[in-house]
């Protein structure tokens, strides 16, 4: 079983920069495509950005140019460097692991943009 733990979450003011990290649990960490999504109340699950094991990068396009996604395999964590926030980046983000058909989720944290 693979656990993912998410951080790095808060109020931040509009314009500000915030970092995420995914903590990941097991000894394959090298070997999922990880990858952050972002939910709000009433709303479906979104991507946000993804990592392949040989760092190939995809951006939801409404974070493209803002946010960048990077993994640590030392360390077992994935990343999510957020800049030039937004009120509407004001969610909960979920960090996903997946190896082929099986994939793992963090239970989220809060990032909310706001002055």
């Known amino acids: 079983q693979v656990q993912l733990v998410e951080s790095g979450g808060g109020l931040v003011q509009p314009g500000g920069s915030l970092r995420l990290s995914c903590a990941t649990s097991?000894?394959?960490?090298?070997?999922?495509?990880m990858g952050w999504y972002r939910q709000a109340p009433g709303k479906q699950r979104e991507l946000v950005a993804t990592?392949?094991?040989?760092?190939?990068?995809r951006y939801g396009d409404s974070v493209k140019g803002r946010f960048t996604i990077s993994r640590d395999n030392a360390k077992n964590t994935m990343y999510l460097q957020m800049n030039s926030l937004k009120p509407e980046d004001t969610n909960v983000y979920y960090c996903?692991?997946?190896?082929?058909?099986?994939?793992?989720w963090g239970q989220g944290t809060q990032v909310t943009v706001s002055s």
């Open positions: 990592i392949t094991s040989t760092n190939s990068t």
């Open positions: 097991g000894s394959f960490f090298n070997h999922y495509t």
């Open positions: 996903k692991a997946n190896f082929g058909p099986v994939y793992y």
